[in-house]
């Protein structure tokens, strides 16, 4: 049975905030904290879970290189399979890829061609979502092999980067949002 909300876990206290990390003017929210506390590191994934019942998944699709890390925990969960999108070159098998905005330039993600098949159910999960084009790359690498995006999941959001929007028409949940 689910707990209310109320008497579960406040997670975003085990956020860290490091203030000028990459670079100055950036507030880094680091999961590290949350993932060293097992309590904590199993009710964020118990959350995605829940998230995801229902909804019967058949691949949860993680980005490099946090979003491997839970997401691996909630196909096991879900009782799916798991695929990694990655930085290129770093997949040995033929791929398929996707390209994004970054501040300045473009970045690219790829995945196996054989990682999604045809009509399956995909739920996207990354650690953070902030101006979105990471996960907008993953949705359009899961649709390219004939994948349903069923969810978008995240740990974080940041609400003021409206990442959320390069998402429209999708489900996107997140644990916590600042």
């Known amino acids: 049975m689910t707990e209310p909300l109320s008497e579960r876990l406040d997670l975003a ?16 929210r680091d999961i590290m904290p949350m993932l060293q506390d097992p309590v ?24 490099e290189a946090r979003g491997f890390i839970l997401g691996a925990a909630m196909a096991y969960g879900l009782g799916a399979g798991f695929a990694c999108a990655r930085k290129p070159g770093k997949l040995p098998w033929n791929t398929v890829h996707a390209e994004y905005a970054l501040e300045y330039g473009t970045d690219r993600l790829e995945l196996h061609e054989d990682a999604i098949r045809p009509g399956q159910n995909v739920l996207i999960h990354d650690d953070l979502l902030a101006t979105g084009g990471t996960a907008k790359a993953k949705v359009e690498l899961a649709e390219k092999l ?15 980067l409206n990442g959320r929007s390069r998402l429209e028409g999708y489900d996107v949940f997140s644990l916590i949002t600042y």
């Open 40 to 63: 904590a590191l199993r009710e964020a994934v118990d959350r995605l879970v829940e998230y995801g019942t229902g909804k019967h998944v058949d691949v949860v699709l993680g980005a």
């Open 146 to 160: 004939g994948g349903k995006v069923v969810g978008v999941a995240f740990i974080i959001e940041l609400a003021a």
């Open 13 to 28: 206290s085990k956020i860290r905030a490091i203030p000028d990390f990459p670079k100055e003017g950036i507030l880094f």
